[in-house]
């Protein structure tokens, strides 16, 4: 047997990685079906600000919440949000969760139902980052 270093890892034998766990899991799990989903803002055709994500059993994780800085405070946000909880519900969803970096939603997600339960300190350095859960009706 050999052991190697790298990196600047190649990107099929990451997935390579990827594709033995999950091999693993979906032995384990009760679902394998995973949906993803992209919601989008558009301007003049133009993406502003999108969500992203994936739906997996009864949660829908979002992977990213984004709208251009200059778009922002206008409710672009709140509605991708509402899209994708939206989107949670028809998926008879009871969770959705997200992490975010203290700089970016941590005064955010808490307007929109999600509460915190966990914090890392000191990430990467000196910041902090995030993770919330929003329980569904």
Known sequence: M???KSFSPEKKDVQKLRNL??????????TTV?????FYAKEAGNIIGGITGDIFGQWLEIEYL????QHRGKGVGGKLLRMAE??????NCKYMFLFTFGFQGKTYYPRFGFKEVFSIRDYPI???????IKTLN
């Not at 995973?34 to 992209?38: D, E, G, I, M, T």
């Not at 939206?86 to 998926?91: L, R, T």
């Not at 000196?126 to 919330?132: K, Q």
């Open 86 to 91: 939206e989107e949670a519900q028809k998926n």
């Open 66 to 69: 984004v709208v251009d800085e």
């Open 126 to 132: 000196t910041g902090t980052e995030h993770w919330f």
């Open 2 to 4: 050999e052991y190697e």
């Open 21 to 30: 766990l999950l091999k693993y899991n979906n032995k384990n799990f009760e």
């Open 34 to 38: 995973h949906k993803n989903f992209a």
